[in-house]
């Protein structure tokens, strides 16, 4: 009896480790690169959503700063809106993952791909841009803005 407890502690302990392996894989899996014509696909099928694409980077304090604010507002806006994270880390692959589970980031995230520093003129770190429900720019920002500003830029598009 005592070799069959044993046996299904045995069990029960792999079965947890083999879940957490796979929860971890899955997780690290679901950052995957994005160049510019996948960006402009994600934009193009969230019409009728109000979409902000914002390009961070892991050492960016600024961007450090905004994170928490675009976790709020996509629970906040669920289904009105849409936050893509492209990450421009130089080691994103190995760095992003875990800097997103540690900061509870919970909005779609991919790490940038060659042509995206090109194709949008980035000058600095953080940059957002919000594109109205129809898929249209309109407007750019470079640097910090707090939660309330976006806030209020999603109201006036949603009106």
């Known amino acids: 009896m005592n070799n069959n407890v044993f046996k299904r502690a045995c069990r029960n302990v792999l079965f947890i480790m083999m879940l957490f392996l796979c929860c971890e894989t899955t997780y690290a899996n ?3 690169r994005i160049n510019l014509d996948d960006l402009e696909n ?6 009728g959503k109000v979409v902000l694409v914002n390009m961070w980077a892991t050492w960016c304090p600024y961007c450090r700063k905004e994170l928490p ?3 709020s507002l996509q629970k906040k ?3 009105k809106i849409e936050i893509i994270g ?8 190995q760095t992003v993952p875990t800097f997103l ?11 940038a791909g060659e042509d995206l520093t090109s194709g ?4 600095g ?21 707090s939660e309330q500003d976006f806030e209020k830029e999603i109201n006036e598009i949603l009106e």
Do not use: Q
């Not at 994600?42 to 019409?47: E, P, V, Y």
């Not at 589970?101 to 790490?111: D, E, G, H, I």
């Not at 949008?120 to 000058?123: A, C, P, T, W």
């Open 30 to 32: 679901e950052i995957s």
């Open 42 to 47: 994600i934009i193009s099928d969230n019409k």
């Open 69 to 71: 604010g675009f976790s």
């Open 77 to 79: 806006y669920n289904g």
């Open 86 to 93: 492209i990450a421009f880390d130089e080691n994103g692959d």
């Open 101 to 111: 589970r540690k900061w509870n980031v919970t909005y779609t995230n991919y790490l």
């Open 120 to 123: 949008f003129s980035l000058l």
């Open 125 to 145: 770190f953080p940059t957002t841009i919000i594109y109205d429900t129809n898929g249209k720019e309109v407007n750019k920002h470079i640097g910090y803005v």
